[in-house]
């Protein structure tokens, strides 16, 4: 078996104690005589990894019964359609907080359903930031606030949240479950599965019913978040082998406990930041007080450095270094999953990358 160093920014690499355990009863689950894909969501079986991987979940985040837990198909960016359409009525504003590629996506589906005050904008801001507590305009009366913890293409991470004075709905989709967070401070946050959570397919949403409650009743069914509350998630065939891994997921953050794997992380991010902050060859692109410990993103003196940076870590077993698209660059996403020896591993080579070419 070898397995490379995997910095892809999602789909993300996974523990490996997962993707054996999912091995082991890939064919066979526990006795069953059938693999989780070929079960019927409404058997004793399904219903037992369903229920647990909630509850698991909510553990972690320490939510209590006033939180309901959804698994919705269409990822993060569909949420950025469901969150206006139940919640953003006729007459009303949502307040969007516009801090980089995926708030400002998130925001402009806001705009095709209704009112929109931008209440902080730094999405284009270089380098790399979160808004200021004192920037935030917040509109009295908001039907919510959107905002998004971090922002995975720029490498920006808020660390603190804002009283906004609506209920707050956060984006974690790319460090959830990653710091030590107080979750109560949300009415509802989400997160497509793909990065610290799981695999590809859906996103796990943790919504308070109060404000579930509180959504149009004039969309379909499918796009109403009571209709996954009331239901379980269970109103139609969900994504069970998603939520199965989710689970499984979930099971190994509580193995590695939360305050190890935080700290981990944290560790982790500093290794790459301490090279970054050593000598003047590389240059980080986030400001120092908002850089993520989940997608570190830095420069090099050069574009064709770059591509060179990325294809010689490639040669030497890393991969998915290159920065979006978007914005170019080097990114090296490191989430829950990502180990430490990899880190090591980019860290030596860095140094000797720009021995080399410096
Ligand atoms: C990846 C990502 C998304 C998009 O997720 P999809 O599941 O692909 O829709 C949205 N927001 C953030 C912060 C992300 O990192």
Redesign the pocket.
Known sequence: MSRIYNFS??PAVMPLEVLQEAQKDLIDYKGCGMSVMEMSHRGKDYDAIHQEAIATFKELCGLNDDWSVCFIQG????QFAMIPMNFLGAGQTADYANQGT?SN?ALKQAQMIGSVNVAANCQKDNPARMPADDEFKWTPGAAYSHI?S???ISGAELKKFPVSGSPLIC?M??DILSCERDYTQFSMFYA?A??NLGP?GM?VVAIRRDLAERGSQTIPTMLQYRTFVDENSLYNTPPCWAIYIFGETMKWVKKMGKENLFRLNEEKAKKIYDVIDDTGFYRGTALREFRSNMNVTWRLPTEELEAKFIKDAAAAGMTSLKGHRSVGGVRASIYNAFPMEGIDCLVDFMREFEKKNG
Do not use: I
Request: charged share 20%; net charge neutral; glycine share 16%.
């Open positions: 920014a999602g990822g993060a960016s569909l995926w996506k998004c971090n922002e995975t984006d989709s790319s497509g793909q990065k590809s996103a």
